[in-house]
């Protein structure tokens, strides 16, 4: 696989009065085209920060970011936004827009015109099982349904990267786990390049080619790669040998980083 984006000794510190708070601390990993990466680690880790800084939202304290063969110095400049698509644990749609209008929004946002952009909400509704539903608002829509609303409107200016913020955490589990098998089946008919942030051993570990650990320090102490066949990661993942094996590792890390 090719490196889409490149981050080489990224750091990031917080500065409260006279205290600074070391957030990220020495960062250096890729992230492969087309790639679905996970990233672990415990509360207050830098995961969120990190999620920010890949998608230009924040700029690192320290560090260089590569983004498709462009090196950045002072974080991704705001030209390059539009690589990316967002998905937060809360839904963050427009109570007063329709599922259709919240996904024109970002068509708007970046000035993308044209029926075949037009066409693409419609496309992007089909996808996530949503196109009966263009005309509905937000509150009348499932919890998990909201969620596909976000994830649509995150793909629908066609993102090279989707970052992904423990996007289905706020969800009951059954929810959860049936939307975790929705992305990783969108991810295998969009090959878009996913990072997402998760809580759970389980859903990295059915969605992910690789998973990345931070510590509480805000380093990386891990990075693993998911050898789980795809043909065996469906609804008796539980009983795949190499599902059984990676998830030991993975409970035995948390458990190490928690104390």
Request: charged share 25%; aromatic share 8%.
């Amino acid at each position: 696989m090719s490196d889409l984006m490149r981050f080489e000794g990224v750091c990031k510190v917080f500065d409260k009065g006279l205290d600074e708070t070391v957030v990220l601390d020495d960062l250096s990993f890729s992230v492969h085209e087309k790639e679905y990466l996970c990233i672990m680690g415990p509360s207050g880790c830098g995961k969120s920060t990190l999620l920010k800084i890949a998608g230009g939202i924040i700029a690192p304290t320290l560090g260089t970011i590569e983004l498709k063969g462009n090196r950045y110095e002072n974080g991704i400049p705001r030209e390059q936004l539009k690589n990316f698509g967002f998905v937060f644990q809360q839904h963050n749609l427009l109570e007063w827009r329709t599922v259709y209008q919240n996904l024109h929004l970002n068509l708007e946002i970046f000035r993308l015109k044209g029926k075949e952009w037009e066409s693409r909400i419609s496309e992007m509704l089909k996808l996530v099982g949503l196109d009966a539903y263009p005309n509905i608002y937000p509150h009348e829509l499932s919890g998990g349904m909201r969620q596909r609303t976000g994830i649509a409107r995150a793909l629908v200016h066609n993102p090279e990267i989707l970052l992904m913020d423990q996007p289905f955490g706020a969800l009951d589990a059954i929810t959860r786990k049936m939307l975790s098998y929705e992305m990783l089946n969108l991810w295998k008919k969009t090959q878009k390049t996913i990072v997402m942030i998760t809580n759970s051993v389980e859903e990295a570990l059915l969605v992910s080619q690789r998973i990345i650990v931070l510590n509480r320090q805000g380093k990386i102490i891990h990075e693993i790669d998911n050898t789980i066949p795809m043909e065996e990661r469906n609804e008796d993942i539980g009983y795949s040998e190499e599902f059984i094996r990676l998830r030991k590792q993975l409970d035995k890390i948390v458990h190490d980083i928690q104390g």
